[in-house]
């Protein structure tokens, strides 16, 4: 079997294990546990405080210690076993621990499968650049994969979705095993804990406008995982109302839309970034984001179908034009010495602390708006929608940055 095939089973089970649960376990905490917003986001904002340290105290234990495929495995097999117990827990304590340990073990396996992934192409010989990408795309399509599953299965208010996810994580875990040795670096090459969790580019803070840029991911990384928490439980309310639409019978596939849309948008990045700049790019995400909640205000899973659809696909231009595009940003302004710090300082900023809040904040104003058990979508998503207005009110005359266009801008991975 090629090497490409075997990245691409990997890469495919990576966010098969991430699918299974992500769009609606926060539908199952609400329906069928009857968790409060509060509690729901809390467990969600677990992502969070994992991505604050993890990836760097597991990037290390690959660089210095044990083979990186091996602590891959290992990361997979112990979180299956939490997927297995989670699958079996009904009290939101209990629950919230285990989703804790479980985001501490998932969140370092992203990058740590695009270390292996980049050391098996170059093994084989292969250019990373040009090899990679079109491995990678099978991640997405494994995280559709797995919520059409579970969709398919009536699994989407039933803890199944862990069991599928955690008999996933096992397979990935012993398959990971099997992959192409990557050994420990050589100490002198071996990255520092400051370097790696991204502390020693905290410097670009005392340059105004990556300040500015930095604080606004935090922000806007609050709204990356809102319609993810929320979406299942949303979409179920209507059950009396739209009780056969689609939406309503298989939410899952409708919520997929939103990464279908991602994978196209993604192709469009290098032609917008060379267009507009940056500046101007995150602004068409950040006005992507209210349109993004404002749809789901206003649609819904009957005659209002045609707006979810719309949300959906809003969504690839939202995510992929501030998460990818803020990436390509950090590359080019920092300086070479600092740029993988930097990097790490953007997942700080955005998958840390900003899913943080947003997960705490989103599950706060959920909870202000529910009545009797009866919650009020209309006013919780337009008050998300309001708050990503603000930001894009306040965004343009803040952030100052001149674009000058270039010849060519490549997408880099």
């Known amino acids: 079997m090629s090497i490409k095939v075997r990245l691409i089973a990997m890469n495919f089970l990576q966010f098969f294990v991430w699918g299974s649960w992500l769009i609606s376990l926060g539908g199952y905490m609400i329906v069928?546990?009857?968790?409060?917003?509060?509690?729901?986001?809390?467990?969600?904002s677990t992502m969070g405080i994992a991505s604050l340290?993890?990836?760097?105290?597991?990037?290390i234990i690959a660089d210095r210690f044990y083979n990186a495929e091996r602590v891959l495995g290992f990361c997979h097999i112990v979180g299956a076993l939490l997927l297995l117990v989670a699958a079996n827990v009904t009290d939101y304590p209990s629950l919230y621990i285990i989703m804790l340990f479980n985001s501490m073990l998932y969140m370092p396996t992203i990058a740590l499968a695009n270390t292996v992934s980049y050391n098996a192409l170059e093994k084989n010989g292969l250019d990373i650049v040009k090899s990679f990408p079109p491995i990678r795309v099978w991640g997405t399509v494994g995280f559709i994969f797995a919520m059409w599953i579970v969709d398919f299965l009536g699994w989407t208010k039933s803890a199944n979705q862990l069991l599928v996810s955690g008999g996933a994580a096992l397979i990935l875990g012993l398959y990971s095993f099997t992959m192409p040795k990557r050994?420990?670096?050589k100490i002198k090459d071996s990255r520092s804990l400051a370097n790696s969790v991204g502390l020693d580019a905290f410097v670009l803070f005392k340059n105004r406008k990556m300040a500015i840029f930095f604080i606004f991911s935090m922000f806007l990384g609050a709204a990356l995982q809102i319609t993810?928490?929320?979406?299942?439980?949303?979409l179920d309310d209507f059950k009396t109302v739209y009780p056969d639409s689609f939406g309503v019978q298989h939410p899952n596939l409708l919520l997929s839309i939103s990464q279908i849309s991602e994978t196209l948008f993604i192709l469009t990045i290098p032609f917008f970034l060379q267009k507009f700049g940056i500046k101007k790019v995150m602004m068409f995400s950040i006005i992507a984001w209210v349109l993004r909640f404002a749809l789901f205000g206003i649609g819904n899973p009957g005659d209002g179908l045609y707006l979810?659809?719309?949300s959906m696909i809003i969504y690839g231009m939202a995510f992929d034009f501030f998460n990818i595009s803020g990436s390509l940003f950090v590359e080019r302004e920092a300086d070479p010495k600092i740029r993988a710090s930097a990097q790490g300082l953007f997942m700080i900023m955005t998958n840390g602390l900003g899913a943080f809040f947003g997960g705490i904040l989103s599950g706060w104003v959920v909870d202000h708006f529910t009545t009797n058990g009866i919650r009020d979508w209309q006013s919780i998503w337009f008050s998300f929608a309001g708050y990503a207005l603000l930001l894009a009110i306040i965004f343009p005359f803040i952030f100052k940055y001149n674009h000058v266009k270039e010849e060519k801008i490549r997408l880099s991975h």
Request: proline letters at 9%; aromatic letters at 16%; zero cysteines.
């Open 32 to 44: 069928t546990l009857n968790f409060t917003g509060v509690e729901v986001g809390s467990i969600f």
């Open 53 to 59: 340290f993890m990836p760097a105290i597991m990037g």
């Open 183 to 185: 050994p420990p670096l």
């Open 228 to 234: 993810n928490l929320f979406g299942g439980s949303f």
């Open 308 to 310: 979810l659809v719309l």
